[in-house]
Antibody, heavy 118, light 105 residues
């Protein structure tokens, strides 16, 4: 059974870098033909796609965040990661990792709340 | 840029049929996916590619898509269906609607 689990600091200071890792179990990132994505949800608001990565390393990002986002993959650990630089309070959100099928997300992590505050 | 429009809220009496719409320019030409999100939980895919239900999703959930409107229909709404619902399409990249809060009265 496929499971995804986000991990990382729950509190980040303004102007610093948010870093999260998604650990995948029940499937190999490198053996499946899926993209793996990050999606966030500010408190009380809707879902916003951040970006996605293929196991080979190809990525694409939300144009509104592209200048601050890096998504990478570590196939040896069956993980993929998110880095978001120069964070502000507006980046406070629950961050989800998910497996991207043919345009949709069937498998999601439970989410990780990241608060940006000094 | 493409935009998806959902009503902020929809109410339905217990056991009745709820319809949640997702509007977009010629959305009928796109594949629409729907997610249910209960408070404090991750989203759950309930419909993909307009009309398809993933395994484990009750038959009460169905979808349609034509013209400028896609619709998620929940027949015989139950108290457990009370949640936020999001539509999603692919427009160069994934795009979510703003979400609809379904209240079961």
């Amino acid at each position: 059974q496929l499971q995804l689990q986000e991990s990382g600091p729950g509190l980040v200071k303004p102007s610093e870098t948010l870093s999260l890792t998604c650990t995948v179990s029940g499937d190999s990132i490198s053996s499946s033909s899926y993209y793996w994505g990050w999606i966030r949800q500010p408190p009380g608001k809707g879902l916003e796609w951040i970006g996605s990565i293929y196991y080979g390393g190809s990525t694409y990002y939300n144009s509104s965040l592209k200048s601050r986002v890096t998504i990478s993959v570590d196939t040896s650990k069956n993980q993929f990661s998110l880095k978001l630089t120069s964070v502000t309070a507006a980046d406070t959100a629950v961050y989800y990792c998910a497996r991207q099928g043919s345009g949709w997300y069937q498998h999601w992590g439970q989410g990780a709340l990241v608060t940006v505050s000094s | 840029s493409y935009e998806l429009t959902q009503p902020l809220s929809v109410s339905v009496a217990l056991g009745q049929t709820a319809r949640i719409t997702c509007g977009g320019n010629n959305i009928g030409s796109k594949n629409v996916h729907w997610y249910q999100q209960r408070p404090g939980q991750a989203p759950v895919l309930v419909i993909y590619r307009d009309t398809n239900r993933p395994s484990g999703i009750p038959e009460r959930f169905s979808g349609s898509n034509s013209g400028n409107t896609a619709t998620l229909t929940i027949s015989g709404a139950q108290a457990g269906d009370e949640a936020d619902y999001y539509c999603q399409v692919w427009d160069s990249s994934p795009l979510f609607g703003g979400g609809t809060k379904l209240t079961v009265l």
